[in-house]
């Protein structure tokens, strides 16, 4: 069973940091670009980083390019949101996702197959 577990969201103030991580279990998840995405109430969910499976290429949503870095442990199978100088605008449930083996990292949710739960990341002003 293919399973994906976000942790470390919680309330923080604005100029804070926070580090998602994304545990991965019940799939060759080294083989798979890895995305983050986020959430508000009555919106879209939106790109926010991806990571290629070999790690070398990243990508990133203008809003939070210089101040998020993604990356992946393949070892601990877990991926991680560094997210530095937090806004109020990032509030949102953050979710991680797993693309194909071997497919190239995308910006669009339709083409990762699995999905996180979430996690509910709030930066107060």
């Known amino acids: 069973q293919v399973q994906l577990v976000e942790s470390g969201g919680r309330l923080v103030q604005a100029g804070g940091s926070l580090r998602l991580s994304c545990a991965a279990s019940?799939?060759?998840?080294?083989?798979?670009?890895m995305g983050w995405f986020r959430q508000t109430p009555g919106k879209e969910r939106d790109f926010v980083a991806a990571?290629?499976?070999?790690?070398?290429?990243?990508y990133y949503a203008d809003s939070v390019k210089g101040r998020f870095t993604i990356s992946r442990d393949t070892a601990k199978n877990t991926v991680y949101l560094q997210m530095n100088s937090l806004r109020p605008e990032d509030t949102a449930v953050y979710y991680c996702?797993?693309?194909?083996?071997?497919?190239?990292?995308?910006?669009?949710?339709?083409?990762?197959?699995?999905w996180g739960q979430g996690t509910q990341v709030t930066v107060s002003s």
């Open positions: 996702a797993s693309g194909s083996r071997f497919a190239r990292a995308t910006m669009t949710p339709d083409e990762y197959d699995y």
């Open positions: 990571i290629s499976w070999s790690g070398s290429s990243t």
């Open positions: 019940g799939r060759t998840f080294s083989s798979c670009p």
